[in-house]
């Protein structure tokens, strides 16, 4: 299971509940993904307009790995909602890249080889 938090310590506080329900119930937690971590401005600014550090601070309670951070970016929820996932998008955008960096580190570190076949595993050979 991967857990997911916004940097605000209100998102990190209930996700840390998450994790320990998820470990009661006998899930692994592969580990934590910072949501909407920062915006990245046209220019390359990064501004942390949700705050800073709910990832590591999750990463630190659970002792699972910080996987990454997905930064805010429209294209997202305008991929949600047209159908097109901000992944598929070329040129790719620092969310896209984020989650791509995410989905490598979870297929070559952290999942057992998957047979190539059947929905789940398609869907990986995408990222």
């Known amino acids: 299971m991967l857990v997911v938090t916004t940097p605000a310590v209100a998102a990190q506080q ?53 996987l990454g951070r997905i930064p805010v970016e429209a294209a997202v929820s305008e991929g949600g909602d047209s159908g097109l996932p901000v992944v598929l998008h070329d040129p790719p955008g620092p969310a896209a890249r984020a989650l791509h960096a995410i989905g490598e580190r979870l297929s070559t570190e952290m999942l057992p080889p998957l047979q190539m076949a059947g929905c789940t595993a398609r869907m990986l050979d995408l990222l």
Do not use: K, Q
């Not at 401005?41 to 659970?62: C, K, N, Q, V, Y």
């Open 14 to 66: 209930v996700a840390a509940r998450v994790a320990d329900m998820a470990r009661r119930s006998h899930l692994h937690v592969l580990g934590i993904v910072e949501n909407m971590s920062d915006f990245v401005a046209p220019d390359g600014s990064r501004h942390a307009i949700f705050g800073t550090g709910g990832g590591e601070r999750l990463a630190a309670m659970t002792g699972a790995p910080l």
